[in-house]
């Protein structure tokens, strides 16, 4: 039971001071009244605090890493999905089952991943290279057997893999859009390619009727083209495409150093080796150089850089869209303790401390709808993201004043440190984070599946000509 918080949920647009209790990790009672007491409950004093739906993270890097949810669930995430980019565990049912079996601190749902997953699943290992016509059938099976599993949708990481054939691609978004489920896209190019990309990206839509994500926005082209950038989204919205996005908070991104990101770097962002910092791996925290830099593309290609290219003045522009949804991208490379992005501790909070709080560019009402009902909405999850009766107990409590992320980059402060002002956060009626600090032994989460909705749609035709 949690009394006397400012209660807000954007699915209604209420804001209020109220009582909640939930039973049986379902949301029971939302009420102005005095709730009376049970003996077996557990009450949390939310005087001062707001009470919102758990945070949904859209696209983040977990994927069963029990650390980084821990991460998560501090910053006040009890819904992470994951199988983003094009990388995912496989088969997605097997997956899944382990979360249910085992428990997990947040809850888990998953895409399942293209470009590093179904592809390595065929045999298309080179990724400067197409898919031949048996192996996309392959991946087409492969990706509707995910699906039936209970995937959310398909991810691709055409940057990671730029041999992808257009023809791969909508032959996959086809199995998507047969199922009713999100296509989300780590677009083709960032930076000066990021807009083009884009636009291929809703292409796909455009030619195969999939939902689209396009994912975070600010690590493609927040380098100086997020205006043109944003234009195409925005005129994707506006013919009436079913396209929406979402964005990370940082200027800096991160990726494995032996990706084809990298290919062309330094020219690529007119950077510097010197602009990279390692991490996680044998060198997490350390500035790199040219040596060290071709080195670990070697010896370490897993390891993951933090590229500093982006500037922090552009993203309140994607902020200010109202399609676009705040996402972590956390849990690359599954860091260990003291190492990692900044992103995998403080993305949330910042959002809240500094553009509602401080900045002003959202109420929080808006960001609160942000990270709960509308990537709820989008993914088709119909008790998540909102508090009211039936919903899943899926709550967090956070001090509007305090919250503030705290996590800094390697080399320059401890990426993993927790926020202020996240005070409770309970999964599934149970509390996970207590006073700012993990129930230790708190494993509620479950995973996140969604029932198929399956559309009419022709069958797939592989003579069609592309």
Excluded at 59 to 82: F, K, P
Excluded at 276 to 300: K, N, P, V, W
Excluded at 394 to 410: A, E, G, L
Aim: a negative charge.
């Amino acid at each position: 039971m949690i009394r006397g918080g400012t209660v807000i949920d954007p699915e209604g647009g209420l804001v209020t001071v109220a009582n909640v209790a939930a039973r049986d990790g379902v949301i029971v009672r939302v009420t102005r009244e005095e709730i009376p007491p049970c003996e077996s409950a557990e009450f949390i004093d939310a005087t001062g605090k707001v009470v919102s739906p758990g945070f949904i993270d859209i696209h983040a890097h977990v994927d069963g890493y029990e650390y980084s949810a821990r991460c998560m669930a501090l910053q006040g995430v009890t819904t992470t999905i994951g199988g983003n980019c094009g990388i995912s565990p496989f088969p997605i049912g097997a997956f899944l089952d382990e979360i249910d079996a085992k428990g997990f601190p947040i809850n888990q749902g998953m895409f399942v991943g293209h470009s590093f997953m179904l592809r390595e699943k065929v045999g298309a290992v080179n990724r400067y290279a197409p898919a031949t016509r048996d192996q996309i059938a392959q991946m087409c099976d492969l990706a509707e057997q995910a699906l039936s599993e209970g995937a959310l949708g398909i991810s691709f990481g055409l940057e990671y893999s730029p041999g992808t054939s257009w023809e791969e691609i909508v032959r996959l978004a086809r199995v998507a859009a047969r199922y009713g489920k999100l296509v989300a896209v780590h677009a083709r190019a960032d930076g000066w390619g990021g807009p083009g990309a884009f636009r291929e990206a809703i292409r796909i839509t455009e030619e195969t009727g999939a939902p689209l994500q396009v994912s975070h926005v600010a690590y493609m082209v927040g380098m100086g083209m997020m205006a043109e950038g944003l234009s195409v989204l925005d005129d994707a919205v506006e013919r009436g495409l079913d396209v929406t996005a979402d964005s990370g908070l940082y200027h800096a991104f991160a990726t494995f150093v032996g990706s084809a990101v990298f290919d062309d770097w330094p020219q690529k962002y007119g950077a510097s080796f010197e602009d990279l910092t390692i991490a996680t791996g044998s060198h997490a925290g350390a500035r790199c150089d040219r040596d060290l830099f071709y080195r670990l593309r070697e010896e370490e290609p897993e390891a993951v850089v933090v590229a500093f290219v982006g500037r922090e003045d552009e993203i309140p522009q994607a902020l200010s869209r109202p399609y676009m949804m705040v996402s972590s991208d956390g849990g690359v490379g599954s860091p260990k303790p003291g190492t990692g992005h900044p992103q995998d501790a403080g993305t949330f909070p910042k959002l809240f401390s500094r553009y509602v709080r401080e900045e002003g560019r959202l109420t929080l009402l808006e960001a609160v709808r942000r990270v709960t009902a509308l990537p709820a909405k989008r993914l088709g999850l119909v008790t998540k993201g909102t508090i009211r009766p039936g919903a899943d107990a899926d709550i967090v409590v956070f001090d509007p004043k305090r919250i503030k992320d705290r996590s800094d980059y390697p080399g320059f402060g401890v990426p993993d440190v927790p926020p202020d002002g996240i005070e409770y956060v309970v999964v599934n009626g149970v509390l996970v984070v207590d006073r700012g600090h993990i129930v230790e032994g708190a494993r509620p989460g479950r995973s996140v599946r969604r029932q198929n909705s399956i559309w009419e749609y022709p069958p797939d035709d592989s003579t069609r000509p592309f």
